[in-house]
């Protein structure tokens, strides 16, 4: 999938909620097409990806079918995609130990598969992220922490609800980038009455 591939993705998702379609939340990506491109390519069919509530562009580049991810989230399911390798969750951190108990599977039956979890910026300031990856490095599991960084807490400056900026392991395990994101957190902008 392209940058443009996906943005169009999001808008007919976005055109579908305002419709009044999805009878449930949905979180937009955008502003990170070109940073998640540049990820996916790394990640291989056999690797495991765990999610947060923004999962669209994940599920599409890492190659779920755009007519069955359309599908789910038109069932109201956008924040719960789940297929095979491919698992999310709503719950902020939610997934980082779930991801380094699979990593340590994979380490422990010698398998090539890599794990890799994204997160947002807020759950990287969390004591499970910091947990995890010290485990995870000091296990030397097969796993990436991608910490995607909209400066934002919801719509609160990460930075302000710390009164710091934010500050990331030193790990080879942890990649980070910055974006601005193109969508509000919630929705599409556009109040919905059902």
Known sequence: MTADDLRAFERQIAADFEAGKIRAPVHLSGGNENHLIEIFNEIQPDDWVFSTYRNHYHAL????????????????????????????????????????????????????????????????????????????????????????DNGLSTDTPTAACWNRPMTLPMSPRVRSYRYERTWPHVNSGVFVTF
């Open 61 to 148: 580049l890492y190659g779920l079918n755009p007519i069955w991810v359309h599908d789910q989230i038109l069932a109201g399911k956008s924040m719960f995609l789940s297929y095979y390798r491919f698992v999310t969750s709503a719950i902020v951190g939610g997934m980082l130990p779930i991801a380094v108990g699979v990593a340590a599977g994979i380490q422990r039956r010698g398998d090539a598969e890599h794990a890799w979890v994204f997160l947002g910026d807020m759950a990287a300031t969390t004591g499970i992220f910091h947990e995890a990856v010290q485990y995870a490095d000091g296990h030397s599991l097969p796993i990436t922490f991608v910490v995607e």
